[in-house]
């Protein structure tokens, strides 16, 4: 789990994030309010929902935002997360306890992770699998 996360807030407009994704090389940022998730943006998220909508920079975070996001506690294992984000088909999820962020996994963290666990393998091949065929249009 990343700790140092980058944030935004509802305040922040779409140029501000696609800046702080390039100058950081991310592709995910969560929408804050003080240390509570609101919701994430992703680098798709400002294509599909900002860019191929017209758009401007100065449009509100809100309109691009995801909101009702999957989740993981604190306390949860490698292989429960491995299977949420299968589940849900994603690369990155906010890691929450009691409603405030605490961190971030990414699949490349479970992936470099040193598991002995096949499920959690299983998992992470099956989000890479569902991942690249949306990608591709399959």
């Known amino acids: 789990m990343s700790t140092d996360v980058k944030t935004v807030t509802l305040k922040d407009n779409v140029f501000e994030i696609a800046t702080l994704m390039k100058q950081n090389d991310i592709g995910f940022v969560p929408v804050v309010e003080g240390r509570k998730l609101i919701g994430v943006v992703t680098d798709r998220d400002l294509v599909v929902r900002g860019y191929a909508e017209k758009r401007s920079g100065s449009a509100s975070v809100e309109e691009v935002i995801t ?15 491995a299977k ?48 690249d065929h949306a990608a591709s249009g399959r």
């Open 67 to 81: 909101r009702d996001v999957a989740t993981v506690s604190p306390d949860a294992s490698v292989d429960e997360a």
């Open 84 to 131: 949420l984000m299968a589940k849900e088909k994603v690369r990155r999820l906010p890691v929450v306890d009691n409603g405030e962020l605490v961190g971030v996994v990414a699949l490349a963290d479970l992936a470099v992770r040193e598991s002995s666990d096949e499920k959690a393998g299983r998992a992470l091949s099956e989000i890479s699998e569902n991942v």
